[in-house]
């Protein structure tokens, strides 16, 4: 039993991690990158967490915009407080910029940066707390298996050995628990 708890707990442990790594990976979407000056139409609804990503380490000088969409509806584009980066296969995308909207309808936005040298790619915003999340259930529920699987041995060896020294006295002393007899009655 405690070992088939361990061994749960442990590959509850390596599917979160598997797809903690997989989620964050697929947060960019990098089939659809377009180069400085160019733009991309994006699908944002209220409940969505659009981001765009860089592929540079240089973003400081990144701009993008919403150059179209409904009339009066027009998604903010803010910079993170935190930096997410993704890779995938040797490229590093660096999420540089986040999309919110009241109005669930198509934009188009196109990012730009001075030098003209930049590619970009749409994507989820990477939910930290989910990704934090993650990496704690990967860490924190084998750790736990693993405990308690240890303190069922612990107490299933305690209770066997205890429950073996019991059998041995029955055996040794009689069902009742008395010594064994030896000999006569006493004298009369």
């Given at each position: 039993m405690a070992g088939v708890i361990a061994a749960v707990c442990v590959g509850i442990g390596i599917v979160s991690f598997v797809l903690t790594l997989t989620s964050a990976a697929g947060s960019v979407d990098d089939s659809e990158a377009f180069t400085s000056g160019r733009s991309v139409t994006l699908r944002i609804g209220p409940d969505d967490d659009a981001a765009i990503y860089v592929r540079s380490p240089f973003i400081a000088r990144a701009h993008c915009k919403v150059v179209s969409g409904p009339s009066g509806s027009t998604p903010r584009v803010t910079t993170p407080d935190s930096t997410f980066t993704v890779t995938k296969g040797s490229v590093e995308w660096q999420r540089a910029f986040v999309l919110k909207t009241d109005t669930d309808a198509d934009y188009r936005v196109m990012c730009d940066d001075p030098r003209?040298?930049?590619?970009?790619?749409?994507?989820?915003?990477?939910?930290?707390?989910?990704?934090?999340?993650?990496?704690?259930?990967?860490?924190?529920?084998?750790?736990?298996?693993?405990?308690?699987?240890?303190?069922?041995?612990?107490?299933?060896?305690?209770?066997?050995?205890?429950?073996?020294?019991?059998?041995?006295?029955?055996?040794?002393?009689?069902?009742?628990?008395?010594?064994?007899?030896?000999?006569?009655?006493?004298?009369?």
């Open positions: 003209g040298a930049l590619t970009f790619a749409p994507g989820d915003d990477a939910d930290i707390a989910s990704f934090v999340g993650g990496i704690v259930v990967t860490v924190v529920v084998p750790l736990l298996g693993l405990l308690a699987a240890s303190g069922i041995a612990i107490i299933v060896g305690v209770r066997r050995g205890r429950h073996r020294r019991w059998l041995e006295a029955q055996a040794y002393y009689g069902h009742r628990g008395a010594p064994p007899r030896t000999g006569g009655t006493g004298s009369g």
